[in-house]
Nanobody, 121 residues
Framework: QVQVVESGGGLVQPGGSLRLSCDVS????????MGWYRQAPGKQRELVAI???????TYEDSVKGRFTISRDNAKNTVDLQMSSLKPEDTAVYYC???????????????WGQGTQVTVSS
């Protein structure tokens, strides 16, 4: 079992910054891609940023230059530093982790419960 827990959401004014953290615990053979997704009211969940085990990163176009994803393989965490926040960044942000399990073939994906980010004056 892999548990994923996000933290760090909240209310911030436009132009402000916020840092989200995702802690991964449990049992696995290896962690692979770790990513942040978001879902705004009435919209589909979308990819925000993803980081591979080797720390290659991919960002959704609207957050490039404003958000930075990072991971600590020793601590099993992935963070999302968000700057120059805009009202359209308001959403529930979810962390997703890809892993291989001991004794089980294939890749598994586990999601956190989400953390609310609200950008408003």
């Amino acid at each position: 079992q892999v548990q994923v827990v996000e933290s760090g959401g909240g209310l911030v004014q436009p132009g402000g910054s916020l840092r989200l953290s995702c802690d991964v615990s449990g049992s696995w053979f290896r962690l692979y891609d770790m990513g942040w997704y978001r879902q705004a009211p009435g919209k589909q969940r979308e990819l925000v940023a993803i980081i591979t085990r080797g720390s290659s990163t991919t960002y959704e176009d609207s957050v490039k230059g404003r958000f930075t994803i990072s991971r600590d393989n020793a601590k099993n965490t992935v963070d999302l530093q968000m700057s120059s926040l805009k009202p359209e960044d308001t959403a529930v942000y979810y962390c997703k982790v890809q892993s291989q399990r001991f004794g089980a073939p294939g890749f598994y994906e586990d999601w956190g419960q989400g953390t609310q980010v609200t950008v408003s004056s």
